[in-house]
C-alpha cells in the first residue's frame, strides 16, 4: 500500500532556530512529492519536487529530495511566529488519475 | 486570477436540508478535486473532475453529489447529511492532474 510518513509529528523551537522536517514515502509510482504549508485554512502550496539532489528555495524555506533514499527534506531558517502551521508532505502519483497520497503533517509551533 | 475560492464560508445545516458548496478558478486548470477535512488530519481525497467529466469518486455516499458545469465551476450539492460530516470541505484545481494543486479556502461546514 503506497503511504507517505512525516517527522516529526510535532515540534516546538524558538524564534531564530532552524528546523528540519522529514518525508518518507513508498509508493508504486513516483511522479512528484509536494510540500505544502497549512494554518487556519486551505493548505497553500510551497513546492514540488520531481528530480533529486535539485534544492528548491523559497526565501528562509528550501526542500530537497532523494529519490534513491526516497525522502525529502523540508528546511526552515530563522524561524518566525508566523512560521507556526502544519506542514504536509504529498506524493503525486500517477494512479488513479494522480491522486495526492498525504503525509499526517508536522506541526510546527515558533516561540517568540 | 492565480486563485480558487469557495462559497460559501461557513455553512450549518440540519440533516433534512438540502445545500450546495460552490468552488470556481479562471485558471484554466481542467482538473478539479473536493476534499473532506477533518480537525487535525490530512486532506482526504472525495472526487475529481477532469475535463469536466467525473473521474475518481472515493467510495463517497450519495448524500454528497459532484457536480461540474463547466471547466471553472465546481459545485458540491448535500443532502441528508449526517453530523459526522462536518468538516472543512476543500476544493482544489491543477492543471490536468499532473502537477501541483491549487486549493480554495474552504468551506467549515456543522452538520447539526
Known amino acids: 500500500e503506497d503511504k507517505v510518513v512525516q517527522s516529526p509529528l510535532s515540534l516546538v523551537v524558538h524564534e531564530g532556530d532552524t528546523v528540519t522536517l522529514n518525508c518518507s514515502y513508498e509508493v508504486t509510482n513516483f511522479r512528484s512529492l509536494l510540500w505544502y504549508k497549512q494554518e487556519k485554512k486551505a493548505p497553500t502550496f510551497l513546492f514540488m519536487l520531481t528530480s533529486s539532489g535539485i534544492e528548491k528555495k523559497s526565501g528562509r524555506l528550501s526542500s530537497i529530495l532523494d529519490k534513491k533514499e526516497l525522502f525529502s527534506i523540508l528546511n526552515i531558517t530563522a524561524t518566525q511566529t508566523g512560521d507556526s502551521a502544519i506542514y504536509l508532505c504529498a506524493v503525486l502519483t500517477p494512479d488513479s488519475n494522480y491522486q495526492l497520497i498525504w503525509g499526517a503533517g508536522t506541526k510546527l509551533i515558533i516561540k517568540p | 486570477d492565480t486563485e480558487v475560492t469557495q462559497t460559501p464560508k461557513h455553512l450549518v445545516m440540519g440533516m433534512t436540508n438540502k445545500k450546495s458548496l460552490k468552488c470556481e478558478q479562471h485558471?484554466?486548470?481542467?482538473?478539479m478535486y473536493w476534499y473532506k477535512q477533518k480537525a487535525k488530519k490530512p486532506p482526504e481525497l472525495m472526487f475529481v473532475?477532469?475535463?469536466?467529466?467525473?473521474?475518481i469518486n472515493e467510495s463517497v455516499p450519495s448524500r454528497f453529489s459532484p457536480e461540474c458545469p463547466n471547466s471553472s465551476l465546481l459545485n458540491l450539492h448535500l443532502h441528508a447529511l449526517q453530523p459526522e460530516d462536518s468538516a472543512l470541505y476543500l476544493c482544489a484545481s491543477s492543471v490536468a492532474g499532473a502537477l501541483e494543486q491549487y486549493f480554495g479556502p474552504g468551506t467549515r461546514l456543522t452538520v447539526t
Open positions: 485558471m484554466g486548470h481542467r482538473a
Open positions: 473532475y477532469s475535463y469536466e467529466k467525473l473521474s
